[in-house]
């Protein structure tokens, strides 16, 4: 990853999804913030099938980008924080800013009538993250 931390605003996220043509094992990945570009659409590198995303999937494309926005512009906050899980004889406590970097962010969301995994890449800010 590049060893430059992105501005709030420029926070770098890809997302991808398995191509949905029969027999094709292709992966196809974008960034983000393309999602709002009018002409905006993802191809299959494998089989070149093309995707058309309707205005619901854009904009639950874009609203997940100004979350991770959000998100960037609260870490901060999110360094301060933690998710309590109660445990016999106690608890324990995770840093928030861990889970966000340690865990597989995903989405669901129908392409027509199949529901289809997103996966996403956030970029974290600082390069020392995942040191």
């Known amino acids: 990853m590049n ?3 992105p501005a709030a605003g420029q926070a770098k996220a890809r997302i991808d999804f398995r191509c949905l043509s029969e027999g094709c094992n292709g992966i196809v990945e974008f960034d ?3 999602v709002a570009g009018k002409d905006f659409q ?4 494998v089989c070149r099938r093309s995707y ?3 205005a619901e999937l854009r904009d639950k494309l874009e609203r997940m980008m100004k979350l991770i926005v959000a998100l960037r512009n609260s870490e901060d906050i999110l360094g301060d924080s933690a998710v309590s899980i109660n445990v016999a004889g106690g608890e324990v406590r995770v840093p928030y800013a861990l889970l966000l970097t340690r865990l597989n962010t995903l989405i669901t969301l129908n392409i027509g009538d199949t529901p289809t995994d997103f996966h996403l890449w956030v970029e974290p800010s600082s390069p020392e993250t995942f040191r």
């Open 3 to 5: 060893s430059e931390a």
């Open 32 to 34: 983000l913030r393309e």
């Open 42 to 45: 993802p191809v299959c590198p």
């Open 52 to 54: 058309v995303l309707d």
